[in-house]
């Protein structure tokens, strides 16, 4: 299958970071993509990836030193997580996973997903990525994966926060909601904006919403230097230590600008996470919290 013309691989070479993440160290956002001849991608995906399978996800992980994955199922796959499902059961103990489901997902379905390692259903409101989805899908959805202890991952843009306000603050009554990568602000704008503080004033008000200070490659305008997304992470780090998690995001997917260095991303964990005791927080206590209970 032929990723699209515009479509940039994930970096074949990089660098070792000079950051060694502690011992236990979760890459909590990743994704695996095909390959496309067993796992097929969906005939209605908005874009086709290059092929990007566990071998090379675990490779990385190695090679970076972290211990464990949350496996993340992308929109280019749909709702059939096969190839989720597949790198779970390869992994075992040192990987998790959060689905993408369909409304006429069965008892028997959630089970099976359960036992491979899923933890989570992804609802994606990025509408250049997915087709909208009526809000009561996604709360009928969460009330069925609440009985077995699953949280609600969410993937928006930061125009669209005041939208969903109710909606995600609906969800966190009961459930952890996660937010993808600080819901995606404008960066040129500031971290003091009234965009951001709008994301703050969220976390600060939900107690059960946590997010993922990840993806500063999307979120630049300077790359490859990611310093001006630090002052967002950093913030949310040490105003929600305990809520916060950190991913790669490999493969990096529809990424139009540059290519990233997996090094260089984890090379900037130390300036978002300033202490010890915040790095294992970020890459260990939180994510072992959310995804490995007893």
Known sequence: ????????????????????????????????????????????????????????LFELRDYLRFSRNVIVQASCHG??????????????????????????????????LDDAGVRGVRFNFVKRLVDSTPKEVFTGLANRVKALGWHIVVYFESPDLEDLRPFLESLASDQVVVVDHMGRPDVSLGVDSDEFMAFMRLLEQNPNI??????????????????????FARALVESFPNRVLWGTDWPHPNMKSHVPDDGVLVDVIPSIAVTKDLQNKLLIDNPMRLYWRS
């Open 1 to 56: 299958m032929t990723m699209d013309p515009d479509y940039l691989p994930f970096h074949p070479n990089p660098k070792k970071p000079s950051y060694v993440p502690p011992q236990g160290a979760v890459d909590a956002h990743c994704h695996v993509f095909g390959p496309g001849d067993r796992f097929p991608y969906h005939p209605k995906r908005k874009y086709t990836p290059c092929d990007a399978p566990k071998e090379k």
């Open 79 to 112: 709702s059939d997580n096969a190839a989720l499902v597949d790198a779970l059961e390869t992994a075992g103990e040192l990987a998790r996973g959060i689905a993408v489901l369909s409304p006429d997902v069965t008892d028997d379905d959630l089970k099976l």
């Open 210 to 231: 946590w997010t993922k200070v990840s993806c500063p490659e999307r979120l630049t305008q300077q790359a490859p230097d990611y310093s001006d997304v630090i002052p």
